[in-house]
């Protein structure tokens, strides 16, 4: 069955510092793969996708996601993290681009330290 | 664009009782919506799909009788859980898309508590 993994379940990091949240994702068709994060009782906010292209796609507050086909990866970054940014993070995929078909993964809780 | 509401943000009811969740989208028109329920500390698990006009296709072990699923229009699908009990009480939250387009649009959720 396919499937996607965030290997961490909670990440702390110190204010200011890098971030990077790890998402592998089983192999399949072509995936379109999302970021989505969300606050305590909150929606779902989506960070940015990829469908197709360059694989370093640029998404909104300052993070970034690089998809590596070889390794099914799609690990989000931030390169200063802001005490504003804890929250829960998703990484989704969808295979074969017919809606329906979005997995999510576990999700990544960030929290950071002042 | 491409906003999608949830009504109501938060329900408490008592056991036994039904309650209903409207999904909408409000500035297109969402052919299909699916709703989700995360439990606390969960992931989304996506319970059911409909398309407007048809029937609602439902995940495995999700129990059509007493998630009742009506996407009637364009703009509004309706979740109504029936005869809730505690174990019902989750955060459900939809989403809708349209042809052609792979991404789903998210409503902020409902949370609903069952006494």
């Known amino acids: 069955a396919q499937s996607v993994t965030q290997p961490d379940i909670h990440i702390t990091v110190s204010e200011g510092a890098s971030l990077e949240l790890r998402c592998n994702y089983s192999?399949?068709?072509?995936?379109?793969l999302f970021w989505y994060v969300q606050s305590p009782g909150q929606g779902l906010q989506l960070l940015l996708k990829y469908f197709s292209g360059d694989t370093l796609v640029q998404g909104i507050k300052g993070f970034e996601a690089e998809f590596k086909r070889s390794q099914s990866s799609f690990n989000l970054r931030k390169p200063s993290v802001h005490w504003s940014d804890a929250a829960e993070y998703f990484c989704?995929?969808?295979?074969?681009?017919?809606?329906?078909?979005?997995?999510f993964g576990k999700g990544t809780k960030l929290s950071v330290k002042p | 664009g491409a906003v999608v509401s949830q009504h109501p943000s938060r329900v408490i009811c008592k056991s036994g009782t039904s309650v209903k969740i409207e999904c909408r989208s409000l500035?297109?028109?969402?052919?299909?919506m699916f709703w989700y329920r995360q439990f606390p500390k969960q992931s989304l698990m996506l319970m059911a799909t409909?398309?407007?006009?048809?029937?609602?296709?439902?995940e495995q072990g999700v129990e059509k009788d007493k998630f009742l699923i009506n996407h009637a229009s364009l703009t509004l699908s309706t979740l109504t859980v029936t005869s809730a009990h505690p174990e019902d009480s989750s955060f459900y939250i939809c989403?809708?898309?349209?042809?052609?387009?792979?991404?789903?649009?998210f409503g902020p959720g409902t949370r609903l508590t069952v006494l």
């Open positions: 989704a995929v969808d295979w074969g681009g017919s809606q329906g078909n979005l997995i």
């Open positions: 500035d297109f028109q969402a052919t299909t």
């Open positions: 989403s809708a898309g349209y042809p052609g387009f792979v991404e789903q649009f």
């Open positions: 192999y399949g068709a072509t995936p379109y």
């Open positions: 409909s398309n407007e006009g048809s029937k609602a296709t439902y």
